[in-house]
Nanobody
Framework: QVQLVESGGGLVQPGGSLRLSCAAS????????MTWVRQAPGKGLEWVSS????????LYADVVKGRFTISRDNAKNTLYLQMNSLKPEDTALYYC???????????????RGQGTQVTVSS
């Protein structure tokens, strides 16, 4: 079955950077586009960024465009999210999701990981 394990979260000051990773297994990673979504405290899941299977067509939410960079290493079955110029409003639990479909409401647990917490605070 699909297994996605996120890592790299933590506490960072405003203006700082973090790099999230998502290790994928249980499916043909190279055949799927991938997505990052996040959930801030008390809010629903928010789409952040997606990338196609080849890694050359990234898409970003307006709120992170110019600050975040999505990438992937198909040889390592790993998805990344480089986050720069972090703001307190970026504080959330970040999830890696198989595929690029955007859901309204929840993303199925069967295609997303457990998440990694990012906290931006001074």
């Amino acid at each position: 079955q699909v297994q996605l394990v996120e890592s790299g979260g933590g506490l960072v000051q405003p203006g700082g950077s973090l790099r999230l990773s998502c290790a994928a297994s249980g499916f043909s990673f190279v055949s799927y586009g991938m997505t990052w979504v996040r959930q801030a405290p008390g809010k629903g899941l928010e789409w952040v960024s997606s990338i196609n299977s080849g890694g050359d067509r990234p898409l970003y939410a307006d709120v992170v465009k110019g600050r975040f960079t999505i990438s992937r290493d198909n040889a390592k079955n790993t998805l990344y999210l480089q986050m720069n110029s972090l703001k307190p409003e970026d504080t959330a639990l970040y999830y890696c999701v198989q595929g690029t479909r955007r859901y309204t409401g929840n993303y199925p647990e069967s295609i997303r990981g457990q998440g990694t917490q990012v906290t931006v605070s001074s």
